[in-house]
């Protein structure tokens, strides 16, 4: 079950090589939830890098056509400023060689976001079921 009422959804990623887990966040606000360069402003700020520079400068995105609908995907590595007890805007932990593979999914309603966030190890290896769960996304009539 979702760990708080804003997700519609979420899947624990069996960690890879050892590796601890990740988790697939799949999340909607019926009309709502901000635009996509805020959305992906706000999660490139969950990142830091290593080297100090910024993490919008090191992301990969791709936006594209999918069944209509206009997605755009991202993936940033780095270190997660992870989220003590969930809550954004408080402590965090700082988890180094983390990784997100992120889709945005504009709908007449309002976008829907998928977000998966763990061991950059973990995230690489889910990266093709990833993708194929990205282009399945389509409006039902």
Do not use: H
């Amino acid at each position: 079950p979702p760990s708080n009422s804003m997700r519609k959804a979420q899947y624990r990623i069996p960690g890879a090589q050892g590796s601890e887990d990740a988790e697939l966040g799949v999340f909607f606000f019926p009309g709502a939830g901000g635009s996509v360069d805020a959305n992906l402003n706000r999660w490139y700020g969950q990142f830091k890098q290593p080297d100090g520079s910024e993490t919008k400068d090191k992301v990969t995105s791709n936006k594209k056509l999918i069944n209509s609908l206009a997605v755009t995907v991202v993936s940033v590595t780095g270190i997660y400023m992870k989220p003590r007890g969930g809550m954004m805007g408080g402590p965090v932990d700082e988890m180094k060689n983390y990784a997100m593979r992120a889709a945005i999914v504009e709908t007449p309603n309002g976008p829907w976001f998928f977000k998966v966030v763990g061991p950059q190890v973990t995230v690489d290896k889910c990266t093709g079921e990833f993708n194929v769960l990205v282009q399945s996304v389509e409006i039902k009539k």
